[in-house]
């Protein structure tokens, strides 16, 4: 069965950092750009962040870029997610999800992706 596991949240106060991982399970990541979601309570599902096959390209919501740093390591078949100076806005469920293109990738186009992981929930408080 194909799936992603995101890994990684937690509780932190403002100011701080999370690394959230996406690991991939019955396939390989490398065929795959990857994005990164996020939903809050009662919000739709927000794009975050978006990553080519390669690691060449990456993308920012203007809500995040400057904060947050994406990665992957296609050898441990893992994206990563640098959170830093992190904001009670931040607070939301973080998913990882595959896309066979970076442009709808980028554009945070839901339809295009699949393969969403269950989510972690990322919750910034003092």
């Known amino acids: 069965q194909l799936h992603l596991v995101e890994s990684g949240g937690g509780l932190v106060q403002p100011g701080g950092s999370l690394r959230l991982s996406c690991a991939a399970s019955g396939f390989t990541l490398d065929s795959s750009h990857i994005g990164w979601f996020r939903q809050a309570p009662g919000k739709e599902r927000e794009g975050v962040s978006c990553?080519?096959?390669?690691?060449?390209?990456?993308d920012y919501s203007d809500s995040v870029k400057g904060r947050f740093t994406i990665s992957r390591d296609n050898a441990k078949n893992t994206v990563y997610l640098q959170m830093n100076s992190l904001k009670p806005e931040d607070t939301a469920v973080y998913y990882c999800a595959t896309s066979s293109s970076y442009y709808y990738c980028s554009k945070y186009h839901l339809p295009s992706f699949s393969s969403w992981g269950q989510g972690t929930q990322v919750t910034v408080s003092s």
């Open positions: 990553i080519s096959r390669s690691g060449g390209s990456t």
